[in-house]
């Protein structure tokens, strides 16, 4: 076995090219958290003013605490509202980890409130137009509330879909300081999601009634807790894990439980252990280095994660420095197989994958056959292997002991030896429309290569009225375009799914190509998306027509249309004219969209402050380039 003595070399060769690439900006922020921690805790340098302000009100132990810097301080930054099932737990925690902090030695003050919005919520709604964008408020919101420079650590509290990225992102910007992710767990299992998946489907048919296609969805999101599908919100609980964040095993025992209670007072006594004050001193810049970026996509790949993490692991990365590219995940996705089946790639859910094994499981079968990075430095101390063990309470005591050390469900989870596929669950695809994202670990192998005329529509809603309308009939490649991050904010457009999934099956090839996301609920049909560049942008996507022949190629990762290059590049580019955008609070986002940079470089507004726009770099020495442009003479990628 591989693990033992590190990755394989063709593991080891991407992590030093991605190392290589990102020299310069990994240097740059690195010396900036070396000159913060040589600094000493910050609280030490508050005027006097300025302390009595920042514990003015406390009480005497904490005025006493904070007047000094021997005890460390520890802010807590949450997502807490109880609108989201995810996040309603978080309600109680702060209290809780105040108390597990003091026993620790420690001191801890509630720093600040992240927004924290649900795409499950605002599907097909304005709102969504908020939802990408959300990800860089909270960070930004992160960033507010450790300015005050009190901390000695962090504790970031949040699950769901943008708010752990911008948590994290937010985080990164105070490098010096250990943080921990703790979460709150998934909600137990409701109806099976096919059961749901099939209750959709009749209503959009005019089978059954909205009330109902209601009482299914009750059903399945029916407590606290996460939802249970594969989505982006346990996606993100999977990569905090993997990328060492998380304690050992934390990510997916439910709420309310004995041992979630004891993985989070357990995980607030490790942050105070770990500040400059204790011995073991792990700033978070540390433990999110090249190989704990690589060992989330791979991660990612091999259960057949959340597409938004193509966007969102490119800006975690470049919040430490790092330029990954979707060439990376691509690549990375031809040496890692595909061990889980999870819904919507498979009929269980994130509970029964627990129960199969779980996340330890999965990385003892990764580490064992070289496919992630064990030295690395995790907010458990050195080395992965030590989350291949799995947390128990004992006699009101928390322990880990040894995971299973095979799957106890081979439909859910299987080993490095018997995968469900010998490649990876998400696919880059390349060609004269541009680089899109694929999920191919939901799509049937005989439905991953199409090719058929396209039907070209600018909105969600005119795609679903002309389905309704049953004008849509015949093989067809469905093109959505203007839904890009600077056209609209990039919503999910995961409310085409059942109309998409219907028409595959009445016999037709179908496939969706577009600019905006489909979210890790992404089902069976294939989807190339994340197209970039955007229409918006004046990508090829904004000059397709009615009819034009389109494949998308799984297989050997092709995305093109089939028009003679001067014909598409003499095209005018089709942009949608639109009202102004109001309602729901898109006006207040209007400086967001105009300055947002594309999906393939994390779709953020930061730009050139994380090292990301306007400053693509060239790796001599492994042949790989970051910044990407298209000829439509040829039909290649170029690069700058």
């Known amino acids: ?3 033992p003595t590190g990755p394989i070399p063709a593991i080891q060769e991407i992590t030093a090219r991605i190392a290589r ?3 310069l900006t990994r240097t740059a922020y690195l010396e900036r958290v070396s000159e913060a921690i040589a600094a000493g805790p910050a609280r030490g340098r508050l005027g006097c003013s300025n302390l009595a302000h920042g514990f003015a009100a406390g009480d005497a132990q904490e005025k006493t605490a904070l007047r000094g810097t021997t005890k460390p301080n520890i802010a807590i930054v949450s997502a807490y509202n109880d609108l989201l099932s995810a996040h309603r737990p978080f ?4 209290a809780r980890i105040k108390k597990s902090v003091i026993r620790a030695g420690g001191i801890a003050q509630f720093a600040g409130g992240v927004p924290a919005m649900c795409d499950g919520i605002t599907q097909g709604r304005d709102g969504m137009q908020l939802s990408l964008f959300s990800r860089d408020v909270i960070a930004m919101s992160t960033a507010v509330a450790l300015s005050h420079e009190m901390f000695d650590g962090a504790i970031m509290l949040g699950v769901c879909d943008k708010i752990v990225p911008g948590l994290l992102i937010g985080a990164l910007a105070f490098g010096h300081l250990p943080t921990v992710l703790i979460p709150a767990g998934p909600m137990t299992s409701g109806i099976p999601n096919g059961e749901k998946a099939r209750i959709r489907k009749q209503f959009e048919q005019g089978l059954v ?9 009750a059903a399945s999101y029916h407590g606290p807790g996460t939802c249970t599908f594969y989505g982006t919100a346990n996606s993100n609980q999977l990569l905090m894990e993997v990328m060492g964040l998380h304690l050992p095993g934390a990510s997916l025992p ?3 439980t004995e041992l979630r209670d004891a993985l989070t007072d357990a995980a ?4 105070t252990a770990v500040t400059p004050q204790g011995s073991e001193y792990t700033p978070i810049a540390h433990v999110i280095d090249e190989k704990a970026v690589v060992n989330g996509v791979v991660g990612l790949l091999a259960t057949g994660g959340s597409t938004n993490h193509t966007i969102h692991l490119v800006a975690i990365a470049r919040a430490a420095g790092i330029t990954l590219t979707w060439d990376d995940i691509s690549d990375l996705g031809r040496l890692v197989p595909l061990l889980s089946r999870i819904y919507p790639n498979g009929s269980a859910d994130v509970n029964h994958f627990h129960a199969a094994g779980g996340i330890g499981l999965l990385m003892r079968e990764l580490l064992d056959a070289g496919l992630l990075h064990d030295d690395v430095q995790t907010i458990a101390g050195p080395g992965l292997r030590r989350y291949t063990e799995e947390p128990v309470v004992v006699d009101g005591a928390l322990e880990w002991r040894p995971g299973p050390p095979r799957t106890l469900d081979a439909d859910v989870l299987r080993p490095v030896s018997d995968p469900f596929s010998p490649e990876g669950g998400i696919r880059i695809v390349h060609g004269n429309l541009g680089q899109a994202v694929v999920k191919v670990s939901a799509v049937a192998p005989e439905h991953q290569v199409i090719t058929a005329p396209a039907r070209v529509f600018d909105t969600d809603e005119d795609f679903l009225a002309t389905f309704r309308a049953g004008d849509l009939d015949g093989d067809t490649v469905v093109v959505i375009r203007q839904q890009g991050p600077a056209a609209n904010g990039m919503p999910e457009l995961h409310g085409l799914t059942s109309a998409l999934g219907i028409m595959q099956d009445r016999g037709r090839r179908v496939a969706l190509v577009t600019d905006g996301r489909m979210s890790g609920a992404s089902g069976a049909i294939p989807a190339a998306i994340h197209v970039t560049p955007e229409a918006a942008a004046g990508g090829p996507i904004a000059r ?12 050997t990762s092709t995305l093109r249309v089939d028009v003679e290059p001067a014909v598409l590049a003499a095209r005018p580019i089709v942009t949608r004219t639109a009202a102004p955008a109001f309602g729901a609070g898109r006006e207040l986002f209007a400086a967001f969209r105009s300055t947002v940079g594309p999906a393939d470089q994390g779709a953020t507004v930061f730009g050139d402050a994380l ?3 306007g400053s693509a770099s060239t790796d001599n020495s492994a042949g790989i380039e970051t910044g990407i442009s298209l000829d439509l003479e040829t039909s290649e990628r170029r690069y700058a």
């Open 91 to 94: 309600e109680n925690y702060p």
């Open 611 to 613: 090292g990301m726009l």
């Open 21 to 23: 690439r990102s020299e």
């Open 1 to 3: 076995m591989n693990g």
């Open 254 to 256: 439910n709420p309310g």
């Open 544 to 555: 397709i027509q009615d009819g034009d022949v389109i494949t998308l190629d799984c297989l």
């Open 209 to 217: 009634d909205r009330q109902t296609l209601l009482e299914a969805e």
């Open 268 to 271: 607030a006594a490790r942050v």
